[in-house]
């Protein structure tokens, strides 16, 4: 079984599990989805993935985060950040065996349909949070975006470490290039391409906590005016 394979198949058992926990049917959550149920089958034995949009929109109606579909179904949970990093701290553990470093070659990766492919650059699911690096590999869309936006919970912020990235955030296009770096309300609908024939690749952190702080404040500045 090729890499990319294996990674989706934790992906999509991941994904049963999620949706088992939920007690949500195959069809239930291909409806809302909008894809067919044969598809979502395929993909949580292993054998289909997603676009980044379905698997954010799946994430969405699981009540899970994206970081998490990257994680060994097989393998026990581990205990929290918090105790390792303490482990960590008092000399019980490495760095590496309490998740404070994680290593190039050990980084959890998915393929996207037809888009980039995610590296997380944790070694566990964050609460909250996601930080990954993407690489956006030339010739898949062309001088095209693709044709569906994105839109989720969280603020997002990135950066271009090599390439440019064609960005649509709302009605508003641009280019970025190394050293170009982008922060955004993600409920806003965006898409991130790559057109030219070279790879792009981009660091990114989403911080759902950042959304909620920001709707907290607004919240409070209208009660103020009000």
């Not at 909008?34 to 949580?44: F, K, L, N, T, Y």
């Not at 982008?182 to 790559?194: A, G, L, T, V």
Request: glycine share 8%; aromatic share 8%; proline share 5%.
């Amino acid at each position: 079984m090729s890499e990319e394979l294996q990674e989706w198949r934790k992906c999509g058992e991941n994904i049963r599990i999620a949706r088992e926990g939920v007690e949500m049917s195959v069809r239930e959550l291909a409806r809302r989805v909008g894809v067919s149920a044969s598809h979502i089958s395929q993909v949580e034995r292993g054998l289909a993935s997603f676009s980044v949009p379905a698997l954010y929109n799946v994430a969405s109606e699981l009540g899970i985060s994206m970081d998490s579909l990257f994680e060994d179904p097989s393998q026990p949970k581990s205990q929290s950040n918090a105790e390792d990093e303490q482990k960590a701290a008092d000399g019980q553990l490495s760095l590496d065996d309490a998740g404070i470093v994680l290593r190039k070659d050990r980084r959890p990766s998915l393929d996207l349909t037809k888009g980039p492919t995610w590296e997380r650059l944790t070694s566990r699911p964050e609460n909250g949070s996601e930080f990954i690096e993407v690489i956006y590999e030339p010739g898949i869309d062309g001088a095209n975006p693709p044709s569906d936006l994105v839109q989720h919970t969280g603020r997002e912020y990135g950066i271009i470490i090599e390439g440019e990235l064609s960005v649509q955030v709302g009605m508003g296009f641009t280019l970025l290039k190394p050293g170009d770096s982008i922060s955004f309300d993600c409920s806003i609908p965006h898409r991130f391409w790559n057109a030219t024939s070279a790879p792009v690749r981009a660091i990114w952190f989403i911080s759902e906590l950042a959304a909620s702080e920001a709707s907290h404040r607004q919240g409070s500045e209208y009660l103020h005016v009000y």
